[in-house]
């Protein structure tokens, strides 16, 4: 770890004059993606997996479900991973069917089965008790499935407590899932895959090659016992993004070697060398690459220093919620020594509605762009509407520089649209 002002600061992907000319046409607070980013880490990600033969990323469509992301994302090979019959929709309106879909619901309701059935989407099955229902719900199973597994306990990667599987609500027991497969395959399943997701947001190079040990080592077994051969093992989502600038970032290629490494040791010399991996992963593709522009519009001066943006939790949730971190950089003032603490403070009559506690910045004046990093993913997706407050549009900035509206900001009339059978409606929406 270097402590260096400079190698520490992350570096804002537009400037204050590019967020000046965007809040002209689109009022602040809005999202921002920068599409040239998102093109490189897609490319280097199927560039660092490209040794295995059939390797597919499913796009997390939750973390970021915007079409026209999810198109992009499409363009360069990805498809999608659903697990809600909206998300499913997004995907169908972008012609993104078939296997190129991956439903990797729980707790799920039947009619979503039969709906992703219809797009020939790829059944991940969360439970045992789920193989009747999607039977009854498509008719008969589909040709292919996947299952998603739950080791249980505690996953460690070198003693350091990553999750605790233990306590999830996902994925069956190992018992469980031999017998799923036994039945599958007694009931006409000719393709199989298996599914796990045991830790989130690991800044790590080692998740995904000992989880791939832990599955790969499954399979054989499953083989052995179950004469079901796995043909794709899906590593899911988890890989992380640094968020605090001291952290180092993920190195897709040590993890794809670290994978490679497990395959060759345990598939290979096992006859399994014609598996192929999936993943689905959304932080890892979006996060970094989109960020929330905020306006400074209040100070405050009372025990602490405030300052009050035009956004607040409503438009980016995790602060709130996780008291997670979110870098922020003032736009046009990244070369100023930090020397100011504030509480950056979002309107919500909630005392957690704060972006940032007791984070030292520079001078912040009114008027001001402040860049809220790392908000690509689980960002937009997870607002609310709590207080009455409007989500915010979404923009592309696009490799020319030029940028493009791709989701606009929501009205007074999206708020009350579901009042729209009620007499008072007309007058509601006419402000
Ligand atoms: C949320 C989720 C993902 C994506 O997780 P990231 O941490 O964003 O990579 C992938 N698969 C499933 C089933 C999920 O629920």
């Not at 939790?313 to 930090?338: C, F, T």
């Amino acid at each position: 770890m270097i402590f260096d002002d400079k190698y520490l600061e992350k570096i804002p992907f537009i400037t204050r004059e590019k967020a000046e000319e965007i809040a002209e046409k689109y009022p602040t607070p809005f999202y921002i993606y920068d599409e040239k980013g998102i093109i490189d880490n897609v490319e280097t990600l199927k560039d660092a997996f490209s040794w295995n033969k059939g390797y597919k990323e499913y796009f997390a469509v939750k973390a970021t479900p915007n079409p026209f992301l999810v198109n992009l994302l499409h363009e360069h090979g990805c498809g999608c991973d659903c697990s809600s019959k909206t998300e499913l929709m997004i995907a169908k309106t972008l012609g993104i069917t078939g296997d190129e879909i991956m439903f990797s619901s729980n707790d799920t309701p039947v009619d979503e089965f039969s709906y992703c059935d219809s797009l020939g989407g790829i059944i991940n099955l969360d439970d045992i008790t789920q193989i009747s229902k999607v039977e009854e719900a498509c008719g008969k199973l589909p040709e292919t499935m996947s299952c998603r597994f739950n080791p249980g306990g505690v996953f460690n990667i070198s003693n350091q407590i990553m999750d605790t599987p233990a306590e999830a609500k996902y994925g069956m027991t190992s018992e469980q899932i031999f017998t799923a497969y036994r039945l599958l395959k007694s009931k006409g399943v000719k393709k199989f895959g298996i599914h796990a997701f045991l830790a989130s947001n690991t800044v790590t190079n080692d998740y995904y090659p000992k989880l791939a040990k832990i599955l790969f080592k499954l399979i054989v077994k499953i083989k052995e016992r179950c004469g079901v051969e796995i043909s794709f093992v899906n590593l899911s989502g988890g890989i992380g993004i640094p968020y605090y600038p001291y952290q180092d970032p993920n190195d897709i290629y040590a993890i794809s070697n670290g994978v490679k490494e497990a395959f060759d040791n345990i598939l290979v010399p096992n006859g399994l060398e014609n598996v192929s991996l999936c993943t689905e992963l959304g932080r890892y593709m979006l996060g970094p690459y989109g960020a929330l522009v905020t306006k400074a519009i209040n100070e405050k001066h009372t025990h602490k220093e405030y300052i009050g943006v035009d956004a607040c939790a409503v438009n980016l949730m995790r602060p709130a919620m996780y008291g997670a971190y979110h870098h922020i950089s003032v736009l046009g003032k990244e070369d100023e020594i930090a020397v100011h603490k504030y509480d950056i403070t979002g309107s919500l009559c909630e005392n957690n509605d704060k972006f940032a506690i007791d984070r030292v910045l520079p001078k912040i004046d009114m008027g001001d762009y402040l860049f809220i990093h790392d908000a690509g993913a689980h960002g937009f997706s997870m607002g609310y509407n709590y207080n009455g407050k409007l989500k915010s549009a979404e923009i592309l900035l696009k490799t020319d520089g030029s940028y493009e509206l791709i989701r606009r900001a929501e009205t007074p009339k999206d708020y009350f649209a579901t009042f729209d059978c009620f007499d008072f409606y007309d007058e509601l929406i006419k402000e």
